[in-house]
């Protein structure tokens, strides 16, 4: 019987441990849930009652803890990689150019490949808005409200040759 105390001491050492690297509070509840089954067990004890005493706190701070972690936990999770971009402004920093599958802009203080949602061309230092992700790239649409100009006037640098054929890229 002896051992059983030393058992459930280190369960709830190793769940507050753990709980230190993951997120959410669970791991955090389960050692509360072997904490006092280890008061249980060094009190002399049956292991029933500290298996019942484990499940029923554990389960008792879980649901304890819920309303703590929602309010500290942000109610928006930021996305991951490219779609956390998504909704924001961006500044184009090399013209987007669908017909040659160019394209840049800076969101924050980071760059990513991006491709027009409408399909046209978008001049350099455009204020865009992030609208989705596509594979690695970014699609945006031109924020008008931020001045931003869609590349509608053709001139000799928007003219693509692809296999020997001459096309306008608005075309």
Known sequence: MDTIRWVWTLMAVFFFIAEIF???FVLACFGVG???AAVLAWLG???????G???????????LSRPFADRVAPAHHPGVGADR????RAHVVERI????GRGRVRVDSEEWRADSASGEAI???AVVTVVGVAGTRLLVRVD????????????ASTVEVSNGDVSNADA
């Not at 005493?53 to 649901?63: E, K, L, P």
């Not at 971009?85 to 924001?88: F, K, N, T």
């Open 97 to 100: 150019d669908p017909a040659g």
């Open 34 to 36: 072997a904490a006092a």
């Open 45 to 51: 004890f049956g292991p029933i009652v500290q298996l």
């Open 85 to 88: 971009a998504v909704g924001a």
């Open 53 to 63: 005493v484990f499940v029923g706190v554990s389960v008792a701070a879980i649901f």
């Open 144 to 155: 008008e409200g931020a001045g931003g100009t869609v590349g509608a006037h053709v001139d």
């Open 123 to 125: 001049a350099v230092d």
């Open 22 to 24: 993951t997120a959410g």
